[in-house]
C-alpha cells in the first residue's frame, strides 16, 4: 500500500491524463480525423447496400452495376489507409505517454525521502512503474480509439438509419438509454475491481522480489513451502478478482446483445407489415438491418472498451499517488564551498514516524575537525540513526545539527551530503563493473590511475587485480559475486574516492577472518586519515584510536570519554568491552 492514498474523481483524473496527451495534440487530430473518415466508411458500406440491390439486382440499372465493385475497393482502400494511420497514431502517442510517465515517476522515486521507502515495498513500486502505466496509456490512447471511432461509426450508421426510415429507427434509439444505463453502473463496478487487481499485481510482484532477494534465506530456512502457500494467497487473490472482472465483461455482453435483438425483432415485425411494406424498398430494407446489424460490433466493443477505460482510471489513480509524493524536503539555501568538518550535534531528539517511542533522546555531542568519535552500544541502542541525521535522510524531531557552525537545515541537500561519504553496515553495490562501482556518483570521469590508487589505499587491489576481468568485472546485483569483506573494500574504496572531508562509518557486525580483518582495518585507517569520521564500531583497534567514545543505550548517551579513560571508570563501557571484545 501507498503511504497516502490521495482519492481523485474520475473527471480530475481524465484531466489530468489529458494533459500527458496535450504535447502530442497535432497526432492526436490527426488520429481523430482518421477514425472519422474510418466510421464514414462504414456508414458507406451500410449505405451501398440500397443501391447494390435497388440499382443491380432489381432495376438492372447498367451504370450501377459498373460503379458499384470500383466503389467498394476504392472504400476498403481508404478504409485501410484510415484504419493504419489511426492504430499507428495512437500507438505512437501511447508509447510516448508511456516512456514519460515512467521517466517521471523514476526521477520522483530517485528523490523521494527514506520514510518513503520505510513504508512501501519494491514489488508495489515495480508494479507501479511496469504494470500500471501501461495500463493508463491502453486507457489514454487504445480506448479513446474505441470511444472516438465506434461512436462516430454508431452515429453515422444511425444517421443512415434515419434518412432511410425515422419510425423504425425511432424504435431503435428506444434501447439507448437502457444500454446507457446499463453501461453506468458494470463501469463503477469496473473501476473497484481494477483496483483491486493493481493491488493483488503489487502484492505478487512484492513477494516475488523478496524471495528472489532472500533466496538463500529461503533456502536455509527451509521455508519453501511457507513462501509458497504465502504466494498462493496472493496469487489465488489476483485471479479472484481477475475473474470478478471476466464475470462481469461476460454477463455483459449477452445482456446488451439481448437488449439490441428486441429492437432488432421489432424493426422485423414492422417492416413486414403491409402496411410499411409500400413504403420500403428491398434495398432500403436491406440496408437498414445491414446497418443495424453493423451498430452492433462497435456497440459491443464500446461496452467493454469501458473494462480498459476504468481499468486504466485506476491505473492513473495508482501512478498520479506516486506523482504527487512529497520528495524530501530541502528547503536549503547556503552552501559550503569544502566543509572543515566540524559536526556538533546539540540536544538531538528523534523518533520515526511509525511510532511516538523516541529512538534518540537528547544527544549532544562536538566533532573537531580531523577527529574519529565511536559510537558503542547494545543492539538497537540508536547508532545508525543517530549518524544518519547527519545526512538528513529523516527531519529531526528537536535540536539542531551543526556543521562548520552551521545549521545542516541551512544547507542545500546536495551540498550538504556532497561533505559525507558513507560506508554502511550493508554495502550495497550497483549491477556494474567493479571500476564503475568504485566511482560511484561521479559524474566526471574518473581515470583509472584514479580509481586504482583508491583500490590500493582500500586494500581491495590485490583481490580485484585477480578477477577474470579486473577492474571490468561485473559484480553481480549488489555485489554477490564478491565476498562480504571484498564489498566492504570496495565501498572503503568509493568513500575514499569521493575524498569528503567527513566520513561516517557503520561498520558492518558480520565477523571475518583475521586477514580480511587486517585488511579492512588498514584500509579504515587510510580512509579516516584527516578525515571527521562519525564511527560506529566493533572493532577494538577502531576504538581504542578513537579521540571519543559516546556509550549509547536506548537512545541516550550514558558514557563519554577515551578508551582508557572508560575502561578505567570501570561501568558500562567496560562492560560491552569485557562482553564483546574479550574473546579477541
Ligand atoms: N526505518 C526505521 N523505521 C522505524 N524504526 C526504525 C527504523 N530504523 C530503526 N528503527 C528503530 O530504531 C531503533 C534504533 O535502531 P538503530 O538502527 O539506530 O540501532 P543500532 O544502534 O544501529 O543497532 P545495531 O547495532 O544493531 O545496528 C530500533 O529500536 C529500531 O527498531
Ligand atoms: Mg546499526
Redo the contacts with the bound molecule.
Sequence with gaps: MTPIEVEMTASELYRRLLTYVKPYWAVFVGAIIAMAIFAATETGLAAMMKPLLDGSFVERDPETIKWLPIALIGLFLIRGVASFFTAYGLGWIARNIIKNLRTEMFEKLVSLPATFYDKSTSGQLMSKLLYDVEQVANAATDAILTVIRDSLTILGLLLWMIYLNGMLSLIILTTVPVIGYLVYRISTRFRKISKNIQDSMGDVGHICSEIIDGHREVKTFGSQTYENHRFEVVNQKNRRQRMKKIATEATTQPLLQLIAVLGLSSVIYLATLPSMLDQITVGSFISFVTAMFMVLTPLKRLTKVNAKLQAGIAASQSVFTLLDQEPEQDNGTKTIERARGDIEYRHIHFHYQQSDKPVINDVSFHAKPGQTIAFVGH??SG???LVSLLSRFYPLTQGEILLDGININELTLSNLRQHIALVN?QVVLFNDTVANNIAYGHAEHISNDRIIAAAKAAHAWDFIEQLPQGLSTQVGQNGVLLSGGQRQRIAIARALLSDAPILVL?EATASLDTEAERHIQAALETLMKQRTTLV?AHRLSTIEKADQIIVMHQGEIVETGTHETLLEKGDHYAQLHRLQFQEK
Design positions: 543492539s538497537g547508532k545508525t540513526t553496515q557503520d560506529i
